[in-house]
């Protein structure tokens, strides 16, 4: 006897039954063009990091501890935490930019500003009274760290230099 095995129907022309159509969130709301204001940026910047996040999520870590300073020219002004915040968020500028236009409708120029009291401040450097009393104040230095250099610059009467 002939063993039939179970093969599946084929119909022609017929597909089989795709998955539904998925939809994506809805998108925010815009606002009029003219209404991009700091308080309105203030108001809804949850919104902003959050489309940033959908995006890029170690950016919105780094925009969440940054804050809307100031609206000036039509460029939004953020103050930036600390610096490594601030190299991160300047190579992304244009993330943010596009985040705002998603829930304003237009694109805004983005400026980083770093806190002042966070961004190390350079030490001035004591001005020199004249290169001769330079010279000998590095001189005594050098020979008092090391015995032997100071012994030889005696006995040979060399200069040291740098």
Known sequence: QPQETARPLER??????????????????????G????????????????IVGRKKRVLREALSRAVPDSLRDGALTLEVANAIDLEGLERSRSTISEAIAELWGQRTPVVLAAKASELPTPAAEPQRLDQRGDRQERLQGYRAKDQALDTAAELLDLELTD
């Open 12 to 33: 022609r022309g017929e597909q089989p039954p795709a998955d539904p159509p998925t939809r994506p969130p809805p998108p925010p709301t815009m606002r009029d063009v």
């Open 35 to 50: 209404s991009l204001t700091l308080e309105g940026i203030q108001a809804r910047w949850t919104e902003v990091l959050d």
